[in-house]
């Protein structure tokens, strides 16, 4: 079993910048591919971004290609979200998900089924 938890939430103006973390323990030797997602109020969970199991290949969401950047360090068991010129529309609850094993050495997805832990989840306000 692996635990996931997110740190790095908060509230920020627009324009400004949040960096994200997720935490790994457990038997994290064998996650796959990693991703983050969000969920606004009376919204869906939507994609964010994805990141591979060695953190080659990347995947981003039309909504933030260009201003949120995602990473891992699996010495660490960490991966981030570093977000930059953010907007009022953001705001939402960012979930970190990982896959229990790896099925892929280069591929990413956007699909949630396709992971099988899931943080708690940390809230970005974003005010205009």
């Known amino acids: 079993q692996v635990q996931l938890v997110e740190s790095g939430g908060g509230m920020v103006q627009a324009g400004g910048s949040l960096r994200l973390s997720c935490a790994a323990s457990?038997?994290?030797?064998?996650?796959?591919?990693m991703g983050w997602f969000r969920q606004a109020p009376g919204k869906e969970r939507e994609f964010v971004a994805a990141?591979?199991?060695?953190?080659?290949?990347?995947l981003y969401a039309d909504s933030v290609k260009g201003r949120f950047t995602i990473s891992r360090d699996n010495a660490k068991n960490t991966m981030s979200l570093q977000m930059n010129s953010l907007k009022p529309e953001d705001t939402a609850v960012y979930y970190c998900?990982?896959?229990?094993?790896?099925?892929?050495?280069?591929?990413?997805?956007?699909?949630?089924?396709?992971?099988?832990?899931w943080g708690q989840g940390t809230q970005v306000t974003v005010s205009s």
């Open positions: 990141i591979s199991w060695r953190g080659s290949n990347t």
């Open positions: 457990g038997r994290t030797s064998s996650n796959g591919r």
């Open positions: 998900a990982a896959e229990k094993e790896i099925r892929t050495r280069y591929g990413t997805s956007g699909a949630s089924e396709d992971y099988d832990y």
